[in-house]
């Protein structure tokens, strides 16, 4: 498909710069396959959704992955988005013209790297020095890696460390917050066991590819950075029992949705998973395991928003977008959120 079908003009003041405080008080748009939107709240989940319901989380942890440092004079700037050994990440690196296969690149607090090999898309491995595992090395001279769109209008502070880490945040790895779960509060999750939904968790390291624009044409020539995930056998037999008994599987978040959508094989059945996913859904494109998506919104041109236009169809997210810019919804990670429902034939 033509990739300008996905674009659409969003204010700059329509992009949240801070979450909502408290973060269920974020706004909410639902979205079904017909009739009007609902503006709601993201308190009001609970009374959306029916018993025997699952959410299904993502419980990656963000780590500080955004690192600047030097090449001689030349300042070197790195956000690794994919660990592809136990002292390698992949990065995407800016003012890669200055580096060159095998220069050292210093960052704070006494970390360095090796810039071992650049790849096609001009992201380079780098192998980082010295013995201590790279996850404190991280800690020490890392910054959480802040969508661009929020980075470029203000700096990093000590708020984001807590702000851009859902209340699931478990296992370590990711460079992206899975920020549709940033809206929830213990306080919530307590309406949501009282309304008996259930929830589970699932683990997908997300990458910083999700910030990268599409530049191709056409989907077909689009290629999708991979991401590491797993859903355990337990968790795939707990998930097929909810649908077999009647209730809805609602992914938290595009991450959520595809890792489950790689995991499912053509029955719908979810499978345990264990590896990189590299998986790009567009319009056209037939759901297996999910039944709804709670998710932000998103980046014109991106993938994500082709993800929940095959969910829903453009026609019907275009229009749930226009009518969430007219109306004053905050867009992307710190932003608000909606609440897709599709019509089960």
């Known amino acids: 498909m033509r990739v300008d079908l996905f674009d659409f003009e969003l204010p700059p003041e ?20 017909e009739g009007r939107f609902e503006d709601l ?4 989940l609970p009374n959306l959704l029916r018993a025997g319901d699952v959410l299904v989380f993502n419980d990656t942890k963000v780590i500080p992955a ?16 994919k660990r592809i050994g136990l002292r390698r990440w992949q990065a995407f690196v800016r003012n890669a013209k200055r580096l060159r296969e095998g220069d050292t690149v210093e960052f704070p607090a006494a970390v360095s790297a090796v810039a071992e090999q650049r790849h096609e898309d001009g992201s380079w491995t780098l192998a980082f020095l010295g013995e201590e595992p790279v996850e404190v090395l991280l800690e020490r001279a890392g910054q959480m890696p802040l969508p661009p769109y929020i980075s470029g209008k203000r700096t990093t502070d000590e708020a984001d460390r807590e702000d851009y880490q859902t209340i699931f945040a478990r296992e370590k790895g990711a460079v992206a917050a899975p920020t549709a779960a940033l809206h929830f509060t213990p306080e919530l999750l307590a309406a949501l066991d ?9 683990t997908l390291h997300v990458g910083a590819g999700t910030f990268m624009p599409v530049k191709a044409d056409d989907t077909a020539d689009h290629a999708m950075h991979a991401e590491w995930g797993r859903i355990d056998a337990t968790t795939a037999d707990r998930l097929n029992a909810v649908r077999s ?13 595809r890792l489950l959508e790689s995991a499912a ?16 859904i567009t319009p056209g494109y037939r759901f297996r395991a ?16 082709m993800l929940v236009s095959a969910l829903m169809g453009l026609e019907r997210m275009q229009a749930a977008y226009a009518h969430a810019i007219t109306t004053g919804y905050r867009f992307y990670s710190y932003g608000d959120a909606s609440l897709l429902l599709p019509d089960k034939d």
């Open 290 to 305: 999910i039944d709804g998506l709670m998710t932000n919104f998103h980046l014109p041109r991106s993938t994500l928003f």
């Open 66 to 81: 955004q690192l600047e440092g030097r090449r001689g004079e030349a300042r070197i700037g790195a956000t690794l988005h």
């Open 245 to 257: 008994a009647g209730g809805r599987l609602i992914a938290v978040g595009t991450t959520s949705l």
């Open 14 to 33: 329509r992009i949240a710069l801070r979450p909502a405080r408290p973060r269920d008080a974020a706004r909410m748009l639902v979205v079904t396959g």
């Open 41 to 44: 709240t993201v308190g009001d």
């Open 265 to 280: 094989d053509e029955s719908g059945a979810i499978q345990s998973f264990e590896g990189d996913t590299a998986i790009f």
């Open 194 to 202: 009282r309304a008996g939904i259930g929830r589970e968790t699932l």
